[in-house]
């Protein structure tokens, strides 16, 4: 079956600018979760998200936000971008959002802000 | 919160050695995973393992939750294992992973 799908893979955005990342996670799956990896602060931790209900969010200002839709695909928006949110976004989903599911990666949105 | 040290952070091997990365962790989990990024930025999940053994051809796991300690063996190496190795955790009944910062592994042939 299909993985976890990301699209765009690639986008370059100017500075004050707003994006939007989707991701599609494994058929059947009902929970979304996204991080941020940058060089300086490795793999963060930014939001997971269950049948439509944000049920964790991490340590990032109120510029990023996200949700998910009736059929567990999410997106996520990031608003007046600055140069420090380049960065690969990722996006995992996994069974039932318990822990103790084996979470599963899409291939990753690679964002540049110039 | 929970802290997740790898090491060591970097790890240079000739084709067909043997290698062992260490993941630290400072409270209990419910949940240990492995992964190895590629070279694409996509984490291919290698282990669930919050406890116990696992072996998957040339990888295997060990997990010793009351130590507070996973370890990932590589036999054989190729270089295509090439990567960053990840240890991630979670805790409760959170799917918060909180990851160490890698073991980047370059295999030479």
């Known amino acids: 079956k299909a993985g976890v799908t990301q699209t765009p893979r690639y986008l370059i955005k100017t500075r004050g600018q707003q994006v939007t990342l989707s991701c599609s996670p494994i058929?059947?799956?009902?929970?979304v979760s996204w991080y941020q990896q940058t060089p300086g602060q490795g793999l963060q931790f930014l939001f997971e998200?269950?049948?439509?209900?944000?049920?964790n969010k991490g340590n990032f200002p109120g510029r990023f936000s996200g949700r998910q839709f009736s059929n567990s695909r999410s997106e996520m928006n990031v608003s007046t971008l600055e140069l420090g949110d380049s960065a690969l976004y990722l996006c995992?989903?996994?069974?039932?959002?318990?822990?103790?599911?084996?979470?599963?990666f899409g291939e990753g949105s690679w964002l540049t802000v110039v | 919160g929970i802290q997740v040290e790898q090491s060591p952070p970097d790890l240079i091997l000739q084709e067909g050695a043997n290698s062992t990365l260490r993941c630290n962790f400072s409270d209990s989990v419910n949940n240990l995973q492995w992964f190895h990024q590629n070279p694409w930025g996509q984490l291919i999940n290698l282990f669930y393992?919050?406890?116990g053994t696992k072996q998957n051809g040339r990888l295997s796991a060990t997990t010793v939750a009351t130590e507070r300690y996973s370890l990932l063996y590589i036999s054989s190496s190729q270089t295509t294992d090439s990567g960053v190795y990840f240890c991630a955790v979670n805790q409760g009944g959170s799917e918060k992973l909180v990851f160490g910062k890698g073991t980047k592994l370059t295999v030479n042939p």
């Open positions: 058929s059947g799956h009902r929970s």
């Open positions: 998200y269950f049948s439509e209900t944000q049920r």
């Open positions: 393992i919050p406890s």
């Open positions: 995992a989903s996994s069974l039932s959002g318990t822990a103790g599911n084996t979470i599963y």
